[in-house]
Nanobody, 127 residues
Framework: QVHLVESGGGLVQAGGSLRLSCAAS????????MGWFRQAPGKEREFVAG????????IYADSVKGRFTISRDNAKNTVYLQMNSLKPEDTAVYSC????????????????????WGQGTQVTVSS
């Protein structure tokens, strides 16, 4: 079992930055691929960014490439999402998720790959 808790959301003006954190329980964190997803009101959940267990490979949605950076600190059982140059269309509930050992970086874009999900944190970008 992996328990995930997100933090760092809030209200920010367009062009600003936020850093989200996702703290995980358990002693096998480094074996899990991790992802960030978001869901805006009235829209389906969408992939944002993913990172393999050892942090060697990352993958991003086109809409955030060049603005967002995913990283992880396995010693702290934490994955981060640094969000820069935020836009109003980035407004959503952001959730982190954990995928089992063996998931390729490309598979991390797929919701079905993930076994565990956090509750989410709200990010609101004002224009």
């Amino acid at each position: 079992q992996v328990h995930l808790v997100e933090s760092g959301g809030g209200l920010v003006q367009a062009g600003g930055s936020l850093r989200l954190s996702c703290a995980a329980s358990g002693r096998t964190f480094s074996t899990y691929g991790m992802g960030w997803f978001r869901q805006a009101p009235g829209k389906e959940r969408e992939f944002v960014a993913g990172i393999t267990g050892n942090g060697a490979r990352t993958i991003y949605a086109d809409s955030v490439k060049g603005r967002f950076t995913i990283s992880r600190d396995n010693a702290k059982n934490t994955v981060y999402l640094q969000m820069n140059s935020l836009k109003p269309e980035d407004t959503a509930v952001y959730s982190c998720a954990a995928a089992p050992t063996g998931a390729t970086v490309y598979a991390l874009t797929q919701t079905a790959q993930y076994d565990y999900w956090g509750q989410g944190t709200q990010v609101t970008v004002s224009s």
